[in-house]
């Protein structure tokens, strides 16, 4: 464990009113920095966030301690465990800085008065925190102003699953999910039987331009949380009227996703990560609780770090693993299946020079948090439901959908 005075945190000076509120998850808030320190400009501060109403009573020295640990963690999780497994330059560094008390309560003033999610109101910025994360932001690059009429332009897609679960361990009751894929069938447990997405995963996954130009026109109509817009640095929800030349962009959107290699090895990596499914992985599970293979609590770096050296010693065979390293590799699987993919247009409409050139673009993924082990139990639980939910509004498997890979 490491003691919060052992580590050097950054010493900025930071000024609440040099930040903007941007957007947030369910864990974290982002504010984008809009002040002219050139130690700070293009990077963007990621906050903790806990639940409204929780109490804000100065935190221990333990508890700073863990929380430096906790950060210190995630950003080795991110580039040590996330990196090899989907390509190292996809994750971008952190930068780790110390949080003044003051500087955290003006800032949750700030969000309290900005235009917030009203499904994330139940949440706010946990003000007891004494360390920050910074990651280079991907939202507008700070630079020369753009001339008239040109735009940075980010998007952000939750992409989810990029398969189709083939374990053999999947209960002959279960076997829809085969057939339809686990976001076309979430959306029963998420909607009423109309409300749902047509968006499919595995269209955006497919490789073939029609479908990823469908995949991205049914995010369109329905974004849901897979699909946020930022012109020039804000969220907009209506992107087709705020872009200029949405058309255009949408299809050297479409051209960026066909040309970069992200997609297809997030799918592929996502697949092999999780051979067993959570049906297969939920009984390993419960034997390494029961033979002490695996503690009840979380794994530590070192965990994770083993999980991928195994894996990828395995080269592509995806039996003969311990029950605890299905454990980890299934909890990795989840971390891909629930991470963003950011891809960043800094000038848009672009001046690229050949016709049909892609514009210059910047991508990388955001939300590489490791999962927790303690979730297990819910995402047991999790399948059964979607799974349930799905039968109940389509009880005749000729009314199943099939999704395709
Ligand atoms: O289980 P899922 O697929 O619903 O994913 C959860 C996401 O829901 P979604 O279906 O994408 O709307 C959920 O997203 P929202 O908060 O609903 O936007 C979170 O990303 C959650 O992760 P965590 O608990 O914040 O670490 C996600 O949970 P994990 O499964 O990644 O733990
Ligand atoms: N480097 C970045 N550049 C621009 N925006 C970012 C960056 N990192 C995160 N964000 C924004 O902040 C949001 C919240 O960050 P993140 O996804 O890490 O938090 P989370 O609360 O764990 O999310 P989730 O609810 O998906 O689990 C992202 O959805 C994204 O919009």
């Known amino acids: 464990m490491y003691h919060s005075d052992e580590v050097p945190l950054e010493a900025l000076p930071l000024d609440a009113r040099d930040w903007r509120y941007s957007c947030e998850g369910n864990l974290k808030m982002a504010f984008a920095y809009c002040g002219v320190d050139a130690r700070l400009r293009g990077w963007l501060l990621l906050l903790d966030k806990c639940s409204a109403d929780a109490g804000s009573l100065p935190a221990a020295a333990a508890a700073h301690d863990a929380e430096l640990q906790q950060k210190l963690d995630a950003a080795q999780f991110a580039a040590r465990v996330v990196g090899p497994l989907i390509g190292s330059r996809y994750v971008l560094p952190r930068r780790l800085v110390r949080a003044p008390a003051r500087f955290l309560e003006q800032l949750s003033g700030a969000a309290a008065a900005a235009h917030r999610p009203a499904h994330r109101a139940s949440k706010q910025i946990d003000v007891g925190r004494q360390c920050l994360v910074l990651v280079p932001s991907m939202l507008a690059r700070a630079g020369?102003?753009?001339?008239?009429?040109?735009?940075?332009?980010?998007?952000?897609?939750?992409?989810?699953?990029?398969?189709?679960?083939?374990?053999?361990?999947?209960?002959?009751?279960?076997?829809?999910?085969?057939?339809?894929?686990?976001?076309?069938?979430?959306?029963?447990?998420?909607?009423?039987?109309?409300?749902?997405?047509?968006?499919c995963p595995l269209d955006l996954f497919s490789g073939s331009p029609e479908r990823v130009a469908h995949a991205l026109d049914c995010l369109e109509r329905s974004p849901q949380n897979n699909l946020r817009v930022f012109v020039d640095g804000v969220a907009v929800d209506d992107f087709g009227a705020r872009v200029p030349r949405w058309c255009d962009f949408r299809r050297a959107l479409r051209d960026i996703l066909l040309a970069d290699g992200l997609l297809p090895r997030l799918a592929r990596v996502q697949q092999r990560l999780d051979?067993?499914?959570?049906?297969?992985?939920?009984?390993?599970?419960?034997?390494?609780?029961?033979?002490?293979?695996?503690?009840?609590?979380?794994?530590?770096?070192?965990?994770?770090?083993?999980?991928?050296?195994?894996?990828?010693?395995?080269?592509?065979?995806?039996?003969?693993?311990?029950?605890?390293q299905a454990v980890l590799e299934f909890l990795l699987s989840t971390v891909l299946k629930d991470i963003s993919v950011m891809i960043a247009v800094g000038h848009w409409p672009s001046e690229a020079s050949a016709p049909g050139a892609l514009p210059e673009y910047r991508i990388a993924v955001v939300d590489t948090e490791p999962k927790k082990l303690a979730k297990m139990p819910a995402y047991h639980k999790l399948n059964q439901d979607i799974v349930a939910k799905y039968l109940e509004y389509h009880p005749d498997p000729a009314q199943w959908k099939v999704c395709h890979e």
């Open 144 to 199: 020369p102003a753009h001339g008239p009429g040109v735009h940075s332009v980010t998007v952000e897609l939750k992409t989810k699953w990029g398969f189709l679960p083939r374990s053999a361990l999947i209960a002959p009751e279960n076997r829809v999910r085969r057939q339809t894929c686990r976001y076309c069938m979430h959306q029963s447990l998420k909607h009423d039987p109309r409300g749902g997405s047509a968006f």
């Open 275 to 324: 051979a067993l499914d959570i049906e297969g992985v939920y009984p390993a599970y419960r034997r390494a609780l029961a033979s002490g293979a695996l503690a009840a609590e979380e794994p530590a770096i070192a965990d994770w770090l083993q999980a991928v050296e195994q894996f990828q010693r395995r080269d592509g065979s995806d039996g003969g693993s311990s029950d605890k």
